[in-house]
């Protein structure tokens, strides 16, 4: 038996237009991903950011709202320091006006304070980089410049501190509005010490350029992730960051209150002393990445190295030899059986 199937005519000038349908430049990069991975990393699916507070939105050491002097190495919003060669102010600023900002987004301005051959910048430097190397990655964000010398950088170094890999972004225009700025790298295998993201008003090599008093650089959603391309921002919530944060640094202090404040009673660690020369364990809230530098504070007057005893309105010799590690301390109390003392902490592990 004959059977005999008839399909429709096709128009080849129309399926041939078809194939020609722009597909965007997201379309483009998925079709050019070699792997699933490389997929699954355009879509944004999963964490993404490497860099912990890269939006400037926890900041536990103090209030940075008000210009301030900068000092080179100071760390001052979470997981941020300042690398500087001259003199500067720093801000944590909050008019940060790019559409799609989360409202809690916040960014860092540096602002030079004199005139000269030098250099400006905050960095973040990133633990245990051994694991990324031969990974690509792109790091980006917006930066706000009133110079055409502002740019995001990477360097990466090995372990006796000899940079062997250094990579900018093209430069901000200059223009003093917010640009979005990138770059897409292959992390060298002498990553073996130390991995630093940075924004810099500096040369593409990252060395001194001329400043001028007033020159400025702002940051804000600084992102650093696996892939070829830049994706949009990944917002975590407050409560996210924060934690991350504790990791390198923890205070007792309530957040908002800063070490060194007098009279600050909420949030103070309570004992009442068993004994003379007595010995109290803190744990903190998050396990550090390693023994922490731990500083004690007097609540009654915010006194360095002293806690305060309510039984007698005075402070108290502390300290904090015994037992530090990374889950905790043991501190040691110089007071009076039966008194009541509290005091506050801060922890520092940064890299």
């Not at 940060?96 to 809690?104: E, L, N, V």
């Not at 001028?212 to 702002?218: A, F, Q, R």
Request: aromatic content about 10%.
């Amino acid at each position: 038996m004959t059977v005999k199937v008839s399909k429709p005519a096709i128009n080849v000038r129309e399926e041939l237009a078809d194939l020609r349908k722009p597909t965007g430049i997201a379309g483009e990069a998925m079709l050019r991903a070699e792997t699933p991975q490389e997929q699954f990393n355009l879509i944004g699916a999963g964490r993404r950011n490497l860099l912990i507070n890269g939006d400037f939105q926890v900041s536990q050491r103090g209030d940075f709202t008000t210009a301030s002097s900068a000092t080179n190495g100071e760390y001052f919003v979470d997981r941020w320091y300042a690398d500087i060669n001259t003199t500067i102010n720093k801000q944590q600023t909050t008019d940060i006006d790019i559409d799609g900002t989360p409202a809690i987004s916040k960014g860092v301005k540096l602002t030079a304070t004199a005139s000269g051959t030098s250099y400006i910048g905050v960095r973040q430097k990133i633990e245990n980089p051994t694991q990324y190397v031969g990974r690509t990655f792109t790091y980006s964000g917006y930066v706000r410049s009133n110079t055409p010398n502002a740019r995001l950088t990477s360097f990466i170094a090995d372990t006796a501190g000899t940079t062997n890999q250094v990579v900018s972004s093209n430069a901000h225009s200059g223009s003093g509005q917010w640009e979005k700025l990138s770059v897409t790298f292959t992390m060298t295998s002498n990553a073996t010490s130390a991995w630093f993201v940075s924004a810099f008003i500096s040369s593409s090599a990252v060395g001194n350029v001329s400043i001028s008093s007033g020159d400025y650089i702002e940051v804000t959603m600084l992102q650093m992730e696996i892939g070829k391309v830049a994706t949009p921002f990944e917002h975590r919530s407050f409560g996210e960051e924060l934690a991350a944060c504790k990791r390198y640094y923890e205070q007792s202090y309530v957040y908002g209150t800063y070490a060194g404040s007098g009279n600050t009673y909420q949030g103070a660690i309570f004992f009442t002393a068993a004994h003379n020369d007595h010995r109290e364990e803190i744990r903190y809230e998050v396990e550090k990445r390693a023994t922490p530098t731990v500083t004690l504070y007097s609540s009654g007057n915010g006194a360095t190295g002293y806690w305060y005893s309510h039984q007698d309105n005075t402070n108290k010799a502390v300290s904090a030899s015994h037992g530090n590690g990374p889950k905790g301390v043991r501190v040691d109390v110089t007071t009076v059986d039966g008194h009541r003392m509290d005091g506050h902490f801060t922890a520092d592990a940064e890299l």
